[in-house]
């Protein structure tokens, strides 16, 4: 174990629009930056370009962690595998039952689809009881035919999901076995493997998500591993996970929906990474790119992991994974006015095809980025003036007809309320991760990244009442970056699901201790340098009759039955400050979570220092009008060629590579010693 990294390490992040590139070579403690367009045809293209973009030679590295948006991708958009399901007599519906809610929580319309149709959801005679004894055995001759009839129907992907196998999985174990004899591939999904927790709908929707990615994750994994070996990248590659930790290419497959949402995650580890090593160690994420803005919360350099995400209706995802919410308010965001005369922005998107008007690619709908580009927050100079014919005259037009004719604004003022409605959508997304988890978002530091982060974080956080805004040396390319520093992480859950009173405390000690050997083994496994190790343990709690859940962490060493009740009663208190002392606790889910940190990496080096200049007036690159409370003249400055110890004021305009940073009237801004600006906000505050 070191506390450094060292050796020549490469993060890959591939996005909707584009694949970034980070690489850190400590020997000569040097960066390398690459931002191209993603190949979503072959997202493996889009890396082995980055690649090239960046000069480095795959050979040469010792270590690739790779950042993927296939899995997510596939389950929003629906493009997935045949996939089967065997389960219980009685239980093929519950993917489609699930819990008593609708598409629109007021209204009685909406659409839902199951991830596996009816036709491909087959029954077979066996039950378990909810304490574990086998009410009827497993019919394995049904069974057999089930999974025959699944494989010439042309399934890619198998799961078998049966009722109360959490408590009892021998029969799922079994029909495991009979299925690898008769299915054609190893795309086989145990419900109770992959999740074992006591709600069948939950965990079923879980195992056909794994079942349903795992043919798309495998051969893409297989493919790029292949094309990396070809130029001579012989060690291991990594994935990242939508809990903020990484697994190797060898076994991601296996627990494929591990991966989904794992682009927001590792934003989310290099933010938590960056704010350990600058002192400000709690946050609030906020990561606004072209289509939406996630946002994020981390309180103590650790961000909150949940294993109850929905990512979207009726898709619940029981696995651990990093807390992200995201709100319909990108770049792209369309500005427009409704049937009532009030203006909305989002959640309709222009996209990058045809985009925004600013991009000359044929867009017509003024959006976020026009009205930065209009108000002079984004530069001119980059207006794309090619085959679109766009003009600064031709986006002024557009707001003046389509949104100030009806508004009786000007085109200016009209941009400038789609601004001050975006900054109120993508607050009310902060307020949802913080004061919803019962913590006031003004003892936090507001995290700006993202390509249009740093355009609005300054106002976001005064919307909040949040007194600093953190804006790291590369907001543009933080996720690419959580990939180099994000740990090895493992999450186990284990279902008990009975009343603290009754509970067996040995057996609780006896779960922990199982969880941290198999996390260490797998950790073990995965041949990757580390540091240390740590060990997270947590319970999930609920009073007696109550149906949502509490995370309780624990200390150490694992608390008396008295204790643990005092412990679950006080997260209650802080989270609802209710106070229900005659009601008895249930213990539904022992956690554990075992990480292996990794070296340190020098943020520092992500900004070359032999590109600064001695003081900010050379830094400055001229200065243009910008629109605040009204137009005002406002310095521009190249970040790249700040000064290392720079303090600026605003207004202020900070351009680089990957995005701008907007500092209004009133802020001042500092860079710290890993080329971090930290922005104390004035007026207004």
Known sequence: MTDDLTGSFAGIDVGGTFTDLVHYDSRARAVKLAKVPTTLDNQATGVLAALDAASVDAAALDLIVHGTTTTTNAVLERRLCKTGLVTTHGFRDVLELGRRTRPQAYGMTGDFRPLIPRDLRLEVPERMLADGSVYRPLDEEVLRAALEQLRDAGCEALVIHFLHAYANPAHELRAGEIAREVWPDGNITLGHALLSESREFERGVTAAVNASVQPLLRRYVERLADRLSERGYGRDLLVMNGNGGMVSARIVAEE????????????????????????????????????????????????????????????PIHVPMVDVRTVGAGGGSIARVDAAGLLQVGPDSAGATPGPICYGKGGTDPTISDANMLLGRMNPGRLNTGAGGVSMETIREVFADTLGAPLGLDAEDAAAAVLRIATAKMADAVRMVSISLGEDPRDFALFAFGGAGPLHACAIARELGVPRVLVPAR???????????????????????????????????????????????????????????????????????????????????????????????????????????????????????????????????????????????????????????????????????????????????????????????????????????????????
């Open 256 to 315: 494929a929906a591990k991966t989904v949402m794992s682009g927001p995650a590792s934003g989310v580890m290099a933010a938590a990474y960056t704010g350990r090593r600058a002192g400000i160690p709690d946050l609030l994420t906020y990561d606004m790119g072209g289509t939406s803005t996630d946002v994020a919360m981390i309180c103590g350099a650790d961000p909150a992991v949940s294993h109850e995400i929905e990512i979207e209706y009726a898709m």
């Open 475 to 685: 907001p543009g390319i933080t996720n690419a970056l959580g990939c180099i520093v994000a740990d090895l992480r493992h999450d186990y859950v284990h279902t008990l699901n009975t009343s603290l009173d009754a509970c067996d405390m040995e057996e609780v000690q006896t779960i922990l201790s199982e969880q941290v050997a198999e996390g260490r083994a797998a950790i073990g496994r995965e041949r990757v340098e580390i540091a240390d190790e740590r060990v997270v343990h947590s319970v999930d709690m609920q009073f007696i009759g109550q149906t949502h859940l509490l995370r309780v962490p624990l200390p150490s060493d694992m608390p008396s039955r008295e204790d643990l009740q005092s412990l679950f009663e006080a997260a209650y208190f802080r989270r609802f400050q209710v106070e229900l002392p005659e009601i008895r606790a249930s213990l539904v889910n022992v956690n554990t979570s075992v990480i292996g940190r990794r070296p340190e990496v020098d943020l520092s080096a992500l900004i070359d220092a032999t590109g600064r200049k001695c003081t900010l007036d050379e830094a400055q690159t001229g200065t243009r009008p910008v629109f605040f409370d009204g137009w005002t003249d406002t310095p521009v400055y190249w970040r790249d060629h700040l000064p290392a110890d720079a303090a600026l004021s605003g207004p202020a305009i900070v351009e680089q590579m990957d995005c701008t940073l907007v500092l209004e009237p009133g802020d001042r801004a500092e860079q710290d010693a890993d080329g971090n600006l930290i922005v104390k906000l004035g007026a207004g505050t």
